[in-house]
């Protein structure tokens, strides 16, 4: 039953190229993940430690699963996903264990990269350890910082967490050997709205007169996630018009429906 919390996945069919706008990012990424599990023999010339673990944080919906499986997808590397509220939500009391768990798995399915999303669910400033609950959470936190402590014998296994709320997060988690490379995931710019919008209907039979730049020019504020909704909405208006063409008005109209979910419903469409 444990195993179902986590996402377990051999090759995870994410590639550099699926990504939009986050050149920078995935650099910075190659550099700390890929680097040290392709060529750790360079580190050691060089007489330096590989980052212990990257923190990637940014508004929802902006790209950080798939910086990280790509990153997966590029090192041949298992892919193991969990969100950090499910370590402390999901099975009550067995947050460590889980971590335990996580960690056992990596080693045998190694080389591995080993995802936490909502690693604030873990490691917030807020806990107050007088609560039981807390006191389970802070458990669950040490038992990840002692699993990453002893990273020398565990080989070729790479921890990324991620974060919405960069602002929460206990600092103690942001000390030397422990999530000590930070990577800002903004939402996107003009430019990467676009590259997105590129990505996302690359496989769709768009009129010559769909404007892309416009529709990027349009949707500021619009993360990739939501960019990805409204392409697919933009295809669903064509569908009911019996078309199999998307045209301009299409998108026009989904930018209606994308933006309008987003104001009502208070939850980004990710
Ligand atoms: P959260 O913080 O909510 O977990 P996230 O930052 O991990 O979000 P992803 O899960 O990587 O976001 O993105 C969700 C979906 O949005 C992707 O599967 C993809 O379709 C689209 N998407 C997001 N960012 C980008 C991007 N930079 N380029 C292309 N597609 C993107």
Known sequence: ARAQAMEVDASPGVTYEDIGGLEHQIREVREAVEQPLLDPDQFTEVGIEPPAGVLLHGPPGTGKT???????????????????????????????????????????????????????????KRTDSKTSGDAEVQRTMMQLLSEMDGFDDRGEIRVIAATNRFDMLDRAILRPGRFDRLIEVPEPELEGRKRILEIHTGEMPIDDAVDLEAVADMTE??????????????????????????????????YGKVSHEDDTSGTPVA
């Open 221 to 254: 504020g619009f993360s990739g996630a939501e960019l990805a909704s409204l392409s697919t909405e933009a295809g669903m208006f064509a569908i009911r018009d019996g078309r199999t063409t998307v045209e301009m008005q299409d998108f026009e109209d989904a």
């Open 66 to 124: 798939m910086l990280a499986k790509a990153v997966a997808n590029e090192t041949d590397a298992t892919f193991i996903k969990m969100a950090g509220s499910e370590l402390v939500q999901k099975f009550i009391g067995e947050g460590a264990r889980l971590v335990r768990d996580l960690f056992e798995l990596a080693g045998e399915r190694e080389p591995a990269i080993i995802f936490i999303d909502e690693i604030d669910a873990i490691a917030s």
